[in-house]
């Protein structure tokens, strides 16, 4: 887990002490200098980036972006290039020491956004990436308004106790039918 050393973040880095989590803080709006530092605390050469307004990103997606990564010499392995999976579906692997090259490269703001430079100068970079099939990137299932939050506390609500065991398509189909 990564988050800011700024105060409104204190909450998460409690809660992460309260149950165990390793929690690196670092800058607020240098999210890839803060991963970065998380990964190297940890002597890590590799680091799955999911975003905290994403809780419901499906485990299976985790594991086939890992997969992908593990299948070629990666810098990085997604599922955003074409936006085929919901909002809040996202998970991106990254290569630390790519990561680096990708600072380097930076402009405006996109340190706070972590991989921009790789889509940008995708020909700098070793990248692949994997589709859902479904024409499912305009469903919303990250939580960017209180709208979105709500709408987010419904689905947990519905799916009750089987919320671990949802896919992808088990939650399209929830929000959807909400």
């Known amino acids: 887990m990564a988050t800011s050393d700024e105060p409104s973040d204190d909450a998460i880095g409690r809660f992460c002490e309260e149950e165990s989590v390793h929690c690196f803080r670092g800058p607020l709006n240098d999210?890839?200098?803060?991963?970065?530092q998380a990964a190297e605390r940890q002597s890590a050469d590799v680091f799955v980036r999911i975003s905290g307004d994403s809780p419901l990103i499906a485990p299976e997606l985790i594991d086939q972006a890992i997969g992908l990564y593990e299948a070629a010499e990666l810098d990085l392995a997604t599922n955003v290039i074409v936006r085929s999976f919901p909002r809040g579906m996202s998970v991106e692997v990254v290569r630390v020491a790519a990561l680096r090259r990708a600072q380097a490269m930076m402009v405006d703001g996109e340190a706070e956004h972590v991989t921009p430079p790789f889509y940008r100068r995708p020909e700098d970079f070793r990248i692949a990436s994997f589709a859902s099939g479904h024409a499912w990137g305009a469903v919303q299932l990250s939580i960017d308004t209180p709208d979105?939050?709500?709408?987010?506390?419904?689905i947990i609500t519905a799916s009750g106790d089987r919320l671990s065991e949802c896919t992808v398509a088990d939650l399209v189909k929830l929000r959807q039918s909400l």
């Not at 999210?31 to 970065?36: K, M």
Request: proline fraction near 0%; include cysteine.
């Open 31 to 36: 999210t890839a200098e803060r991963c970065r």
């Open 148 to 154: 979105d939050f709500a709408m987010i506390e419904r």
